[in-house]
């Protein structure tokens, strides 16, 4: 059963960098896409950017000056570095996988998640 | 960018009556390969959310057939026929027809 785990730091600073790794177990990282979702608390969900196992990345405009995703398809991870943080990227960060093969019954979903990591930005 | 919007924002239901949720974009969803690539997602109190129904109304594996998902174009809805107590936390509906994905603000359902 394939499962995700984030691992980072649970306090950065104002205007450091904010990293995060996604550990996938039990499964291969080839035939998906991978995304960050972030959730401040009490809030709802803001997708941040995926990346493919080729490397090839996708970010949200809203964010994509400060995002940097990358994958390391050897060890079966992927991670998420954001520049610049401030309080408002504070917030619970979800690692994701999207079903991308057309011929998968559930393709286009995000049909495994994370537990999630809670990221808090203070000084 | 997609504009996904969602009401009721909360609910409250009594165990066994049904519940309604609309959820409503600013784009079609059918892309020209004939899909529709809107999802509905339920968050359980301090959980992640989990995949409810794919491609507007295929339940995910191990989904309950309480709940069903219709609707096309713009205009979607999720319907539970008997809400239980297991059904509480937080509904999202979400589009990944194009980038960047995005979520309903989330409808709260709540058991009375």
């Known amino acids: 059963q394939v499962q995700l785990q984030e691992s980072g730091p649970g306090l950065v600073k104002p205007s450091e960098t904010l990293s995060l790794t996604c550990t996938v177990s039990?499964?291969?990282?080839?035939?998906?896409?991978w995304s960050w979702i972030r959730q401040p608390a009490g809030k709802g969900l803001e997708w941040i950017g995926r990346?493919?196992?080729?490397?090839?990345?996708n970010y949200n405009p809203s964010l994509k000056s400060r995002v940097t995703m990358s994958i390391d398809t050897s060890n079966n991870q992927f991670s998420l570095n954001l520049r610049s943080v401030t309080a408002a990227d504070t917030a619970v960060y979800y690692c994701?996988?999207?079903?991308?093969?057309?011929?998968?019954?559930?393709?286009?979903?995000?049909?495994?998640w994370g537990q999630g990591t809670m990221v808090t930005v203070a000084s | 960018d997609i504009v996904m919007t969602q009401t009721p924002l909360s609910l409250s239901v009594t165990p066994g009556q049904p519940a309604s949720i609309s959820c409503k974009s600013s784009?079609?969803?059918?892309?020209?390969?004939?899909?529709?690539?809107l999802y509905w997602y339920l968050q359980r109190p301090g959980q992640s959310p989990q995949l409810l129904i794919y491609a507007v109304s295929n339940r995910f594996s191990g989904v309950p057939d309480r709940f069903s998902g219709s609707g096309s174009g713009t205009d979607f809805t999720l319907k539970i026929s008997r809400v239980e107590a297991e059904d509480v936390g937080v509904y999202y509906c979400m589009h990944t027809i194009q980038l960047p994905y995005s979520f309903g603000q989330g409808t709260k359902l709540e058991i009375k």
């Open positions: 990346i493919y196992s080729n490397g090839a990345p």
């Open positions: 039990g499964g291969s990282i080839s035939n998906y896409s």
């Open positions: 784009q079609s969803l059918l892309h020209s390969d004939g899909k529709t690539y």
């Open positions: 994701a996988r999207r079903v991308i093969v057309p011929a998968a019954i559930d393709y286009g979903s995000f049909d495994i």
